[in-house]
């Protein structure tokens, strides 16, 4: 049968959908092979969410053409979010791609090789609001770790956010489907569990009886034996109540590190929004988190530069991760989003929001540094996640850097340490904004 290859651009949700897809090619008699080169289809799975992530996907379709031109590979199907979101453009002005698929059809993915394979051209979108067809997956990740996506779509509509028009509304997997996928996953070797969807909070509300489940699934999840570590990501702000609260502080398994994406803390910009909540609530709630879960790491992302934000409200947003020193802060200039409220707003230049969000970077350095130079000394428990043969040491992560996103501990130890198991290292330095220490012995 002929060779397919798969390149996953974005976010972790997007890995979990290509890795279905991969799953739905093998299934269907095809063999997925790792190295592009060679394939008779390429499927390069796009995100479409902002400008550098369009950049990044036509950069991938372009190089992909350069080696179907030299007779490298075959086909080039384009699907993900770029493909939904620019439906009819993809293949008239990237003449090098051969099919088009969108978000709500997945599922249709062998069909669609096979069409390309008879020289048709595949040009299919589905309905985006429609629940997910359950299937298996081909991990991409390390053996260790996973991520595991719980609902599909959004119904926040932030003014500047495209996601909605691309991922359909908000739909929440079956709780049965959702735990019998993660005990699979846990009898493969996966030692963490990240925990991901558009808005992980608003679990289970689009069901009839528009009820907050999160907190019982995580119990369900943390009675699964083999799992060491369960992460929460993108967990929306005024979702977060009291029996969430107390099941993160309580179950063991569930690591101390929330992802909480903020996007500014000024009332103005949060109403410009269309966020829920305010400045006050913002800082309540954390005041509330840190004090009910000793320990708590804290990530959260914001944007910078969006219509109506002026000097007044940006120095609002710096005091605030001043007074906060979140541990955790990814800050990114505002892109104006065709089809967003947002994008028909007057906005700033773009240069603007730029150095803002540099501005928040090297404020977040100094907050780092601080976090750093006090973890020294400290005995850790780490996952260890590989050896890198550049510097030739192994490194892992404490429960407070979530995989690809956060930093790394680098491991002084004399002897190999086996990747994916969980070791004692002790905190001696901090090199170039990572940790550092020495392997303890057990």
């Not at 651009?9 to 190295?35: I, S």
């Amino acid at each position: 049968m002929a060779n397919i290859g798969f390149i996953s651009l974005g976010c972790a949700k997007n890995q979990v959908d290509c890795e279905r897809m991969m799953f739905r090619v093998q299934e269907a008699g095809f063999t997925v092979q790792p190295d592009v080169v060679g394939c008779d289809v390429v499927v390069i799975n796009t995100c479409g969410f902002i400008d550098s992530a369009k950049s990044e996907a036509i950069d991938h379709i372009l190089q992909m053409g350069q080696l179907k031109q030299q007779g490298l590979i075959g086909k080039i199907l384009v699907t993900g979010c770029l493909s939904q979101r620019y439906q009819k453009q993809v293949l008239q002005e990237l003449p090098e791609v051969d099919g088009v698929l969108g978000t709500g059809s997945y599922d249709r993915i062998a069909e669609a090789v096979q069409q390309l394979l008879s020289e048709q051209t595949v040009e299919r979108f589905d309905s985006i609001d429609e629940p997910e067809v359950e299937t298996g997956r081909i991990l991409t990740t390390p053996e260790h770790y996973a991520f595991i996506k719980i609902a599909e779509g959004c119904d926040n509509r932030c003014s500047y956010c495209i996601i909605p028009f691309l991922r359909g509304k908000f739909r929440s997997r079956s709780m049965d489907d959702v735990l019998y996928e993660a005990r699979l996953l846990a009898d493969s070797g996966v030692k963490e569990l990240i925990v991901v969807a558009q808005d992980t909070s608003r679990y289970g509300t689009d069901f009839p009886e528009h009820k907050r489940l999160l907190p019982e699934l995580l119990r369900q999840l943390c009675a699964i034996e083999g799992f060491h570590w369960i992460r929460i990501h993108y967990l929306y702000p005024d979702e977060i109540d009291d029996e969430l609260i107390q099941v993160i502080a309580s179950e063991p398994k569930i690591v101390k590190y929330l992802d909480i994406p903020i996007q500014h803390c000024s009332d103005k910009i949060l109403k410009l929004m269309n966020r829920r909540g305010d400045g006050a609530y913002l800082r309540a709630l954390f005041s509330k988190l840190r004090r009910e879960i000793p320990g708590l790491v804290l990530r959260t992302s914001v944007i910078t530069g969006l219509p109506g934000e002026g000097e007044e409200e940006f120095a609002e947003l710096c005091e605030f991760l001043k007074e906060q020193k979140l541990e955790r802060v990814g800050a990114f200039p505002f892109s104006p989003e065709e089809g967003t409220p947002a994008a028909e707003m007057d906005y700033p230049d773009s240069e603007i929001a730029q150095k803002r969000a540099q501005s928040i970077e090297i404020l977040q350095s100094d907050i780092m540094d601080e976090y750093n130079g006090a973890m020294i000394g400290r005995t850790v428990e780490l996952l260890v996640d590989g050896y890198d043969e550049e510097f030739e040491q192994f490194y892992g992560r404490t429960y407070a850097d979530s995989p690809d996103i956060d930093g790394r501990v680098w491991i002084a130890s004399e002897e190999p340490v086996t990747e994916g198991t969980f070791v004692q290292v002790c905190i001696d330095a901090v090199i170039d904004g990572d940790l550092s220490g020495y392997l303890l012995e057990e």
